[in-house]
């Protein structure tokens, strides 16, 4: 079983849309969670942290679930330029021990 | 500016010939990793540092090699590369507890081994 497991998708959505995609993991005892935006073929870049109260950047909210160890991350107002794959991350009880998802991808159309 | 650099960008190789991929960061993070990425599968640790001359393996670190004796340097080593190390790499840096702040990913080597 894997460590994290997202919906590969893709989603494919029209521009202004609200999108939202879930990420599950399977240590209950995961310590700090993240959203990672990358582009086809480029490096990966953090989105933001996720926090146990739910927080926002901008059109961006992502919530942490533990009781259910799922985190989530909504995207209001799609942009041409949120198309990408976004990568769920979990860090676990080792500080340097990150496990990534595989990502899911978002095509955001005109 | 705050550069994590890799090099080299793409490489094409035969099996068996050692190579290096080289990672060298400014920030002075003490925090440095290795990941591969390949369909399907996500990205995987191959080795991590958290100081210089301190480093531990990740979850996949068959075939590779790291040193760290300087705090900007983590170079990847494949002593004899096979085809199934055909992947794309990453190297990741973190100036505190990366569990806290996540990594800075370089900008990645395409590495194909025929």
């Known amino acids: 079983r894997k460590e994290v497991e997202q919906d590969p998708g893709p989603f494919n959505v029209p521009e202004g849309a609200t999108v939202a995609f879930n990420c599950t993991y399977s240590n209950s005892a995961s310590q700090s969670f993240f959203w990672y935006r990358q582009d086809c073929r480029k490096e990966p870049k953090l989105l933001m942290s996720v926090y146990s109260s739910g927080n926002e950047d901008g059109r961006f909210t992502a919530q942490l679930n533990r009781a259910s160890q799922y985190i989530s991350l909504l995207i209001r107002d799609s942009k041409l330029s949120d198309s990408a794959t976004y990568l769920c991350v979990v860090n676990e009880n080792n500080f340097n021990k990150f496990y990534f998802g595989s990502g899911t991808k978002l095509n955001v159309k005109p | 500016e705050a550069q994590v650099t890799q090099n080299p960008r793409y490489l094409i190789t035969v099996t068996g010939k050692k190579l290096t991929v080289t990672c060298s960061q400014n920030?002075?993070?003490?925090?440095m990793s290795w990941y591969r990425q390949d369909p399907g599968l996500g990205l995987r640790q191959i080795y991590y540092?958290?100081?210089?001359?301190?480093?531990d393996k990740g979850d996949v670190p068959e075939g590779y090699k790291v040193s760290r004796k300087e705090k900007r340097n983590f170079p990847l080593i494949l002593e004899s590369p096979s085809p199934n190390q055909t992947s794309l790499y990453f190297c990741a840096t973190s100036g505190g507890r990366a569990g806290n702040y996540g990594y800075t990913f370089g900008s990645g080597t395409r590495l194909t081994v025929v």
């Open positions: 540092s958290m100081n210089v001359e301190v480093t």
């Open positions: 920030m002075n993070h003490e925090y």
